[in-house]
Each structure stands twice: as C-alpha cells, then as structure tokens.
C-alpha cells in the first residue's frame, strides 16, 4: 500500500476529521484504534513540518528574532 504525500494543511484537516470522530464516539474500538495511529501519525508529521518551518524561518532571518 502506498502512502499518502501530505500537505501541511491536508495533514490538519484531516486530523481534525480523526478528532471529530473520536469525540463523536460512533466508530468500533479497532477503527478507533486505527484513527488514533493515523492521528499519531499525522500529528508527528505536521509538528516537524513546522518545525522545520521554524528552522528555516530562524536561518534566513539570521536567529536574531525570537520565536
């Protein structure tokens, strides 16, 4: 199976969608299960996206700001 290349933005949407159908309650315990490792997942993938932002933020703007 092949993996899916995420935007930032599609990362988000989607997660929140995982959320959402978490919170509502309507899902088995194995999807629950299984949108919580996508969730994880998705969660990871967008911290380091904005931490690489952040990293390239810092370099081009020579670390003199603090963010």
Same mark, same amino acid.
């Given at each position: 199976?092949e993996e899916?290349?995420?935007t930032?933005?599609? +990362?988000?949407?989607? $997660?929140?969608?995982i959320? +959402?159908?978490l919170?509502?309650?309507?899902?088995s315990?194995?999807?629950?299960l299984?949108? /919580?490792? *996508?969730?994880t997942? $998705?969660?990871? /993938?967008?911290?380091?996206t904005l931490?690489?932002?952040r990293?390239?933020?810092?370099?081009?703007?020579?670390? +003199? *700001?603090e963010?």
């Amino acid at each position: 199976m092949e993996e899916k290349t995420w935007t930032y933005e599609e +990362a988000m949407t989607r $997660l929140s969608e995982i959320v +959402a159908a978490l919170e509502n309650g309507g899902v088995s315990l194995e999807e629950s299960l299984k949108l /919580f490792e *996508e969730g994880t997942k $998705l969660s990871s /993938f967008c911290y380091d996206t904005l931490s690489k932002a952040r990293q390239k933020i810092e370099k081009l703007s020579g670390g +003199a *700001e603090e963010l």
